[in-house]
């Protein structure tokens, strides 16, 4: 059997008026998507389980067929796990932001969108003098970047993502929980070391805002997953532009293929990762294509390119693949979204998704496009989500 899963980040929505009442997939033109809805099943999962904040990581280790209650500890051993880095028993991994807080308020959870050689100048200061700490930084793609923490392997923590807390006062938003102590003064000396560095004279020198502060958050332990082979039997490989799932499949002990032009972004290289995922259908029995076009448009609150994206993933990747499966004895294929992002909020929802999987030992039940509306109107639930992985294969 050969397995396609093919997962738009982000792709449903709510009815939107600048797209006349309706949402980005009920307007765009995704013939190949449909045609899985319409040959196969189609259907809704809760990918975010009440509790958990809706993102990427919680909702696509669901939709792999992980329990994240189980599953999941944080964001930011997921994204150690993608860059590779060994975290020692003793150390607890944190998402490192530069970010810039004015005026006590969270101005900008990217400090500007800092430029790549003045975050790696400031990692460096950074853990050359905070090295008594315990501390351990390691330098990511501009404001993202990780500490690994000595003697806090234990510590239970509450800290906000920066990128919630935007225009509000930090102190409302103040660590809680074992260990504060510890980061208020890793905090306050990172602060006097990026305070003094010659990467912030020449910001002002150029008219830019500061950079103030690193903001700690998505901390946990390594998580241990079972291998996605031994779980569900197929071997898979995933193809992404982003840490996250990067790490993820890492952790399942997916092969990561990087396509060049593969950018997380709008400007993705579809094509490519559409010609890629079919080829490694000749070798290996699963391909995952996750691409972030859809989501990222959501969350610039444009309908239209969120339109354009869903059209580019169906006729550069679906398509290709489903032309790919065909000529296969016995395959299936599964199109499903992590969660809603919402262009009217462009934030994350909840509310969840659909799913649509086709193939071969599959009846066709609702006949009808990938749309939200009708998943809801043909009321087939998974429940739990992870749940969904193993009907897809017939494990
Ligand atoms: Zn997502």
Redesign the pocket.
């Known amino acids: 059997m050969k397995y396609a899963i093919v997962l738009p980040?982000?792709a449903a929505d709510v009815p939107l008026p600048q797209l006349g009442g309706k949402t980005p997939l009920e307007v765009a033109r995704i013939p190949n998507m449909d045609w899985v809805a319409g040959n196969g099943r189609l259907g809704r999962f809760v990918t975010v389980p009440a509790g958990f904040t809706p993102?990427?990581d919680v909702?696509?280790l669901s939709v792999l067929g992980y329990d994240p209650h189980v599953c999941y500890s944080g964001r930011a051993p997921i994204e150690a796990a993608a860059r590779g880095l060994a975290v020692r028993p003793d150390q607890m991994v944190f998402r490192c932001n530069f970010v810039t807080i004015r005026g006590g308020l969270m101005q900008d959870n990217t400090a500007g969108h800092i430029r790549q050689d003045e975050a790696d100048a400031l990692i460096a200061a950074l853990a050359a003098e905070l090295a008594d700490e315990g501390c351990e930084f390691h330098a990511g793609v501009t404001y993202r970047n990780l500490l690994l923490l000595s003697d806090a392997a234990g510590w239970t923590l509450r800290l906000a993502p920066p990128h919630d807390i935007i225009g509000q006062p930090v102190a409302a938003h103040a660590p809680r929980g074992t260990g504060v102590e510890r980061i208020a003064r890793i905090l306050e000396r990172a602060r006097a070391v990026i305070a003094g560095h010659d990467v912030n004279r020449r910001r002002l020198e150029q008219g830019r805002d500061p950079v103030t502060d690193i903001w700690l958050w998505g901390q946990g332990r390594p998580a241990v997953l079972e291998p996605f082979a031994a779980r569900f039997g197929p071997r898979a490989a995933v193809i992404t532009g982003v840490d996250i799932l990067r790490g993820m499949a890492r952790l399942m002990g997916m092969e990561v293929i990087e396509v060049p032009g593969a950018t997380g972004y709008i400007d993705t290289n579809y094509a490519g990762k559409g010609e890629a995922a079919v080829r490694a259908l000749d070798r290996l029995d699963m391909i995952v294509a996750h691409v972030e076009a859809a989501?990222e448009s959501a969350h610039m609150g444009n309908a239209e390119e969120k339109v354009r994206a869903l059209e580019r993933i169906d006729a550069a990747i679906v398509g290709p693949l489903l032309e790919r499966l065909a000529a296969s004895p016995e395959w299936r294929i599964l199109v499903a979204a992590?969660?809603p992002?919402l262009t009217t909020t462009r934030g994350?929802s909840d509310i969840p998704p659909p799913f649509a999987f086709a193939g071969t030992g599959i009846a066709a039940v609702e006949r009808a496009p990938f749309t939200e509306a009708a998943a809801e109107r043909g009321g087939y639930w998974v429940t739990p989500a992870h749940d969904l992985m193993r009907i897809f294969v017939g494990a």
Do not use: V
């Open positions: 980040d982000g993102a990427t909702g696509t989501d992590d969660h992002t994350h």
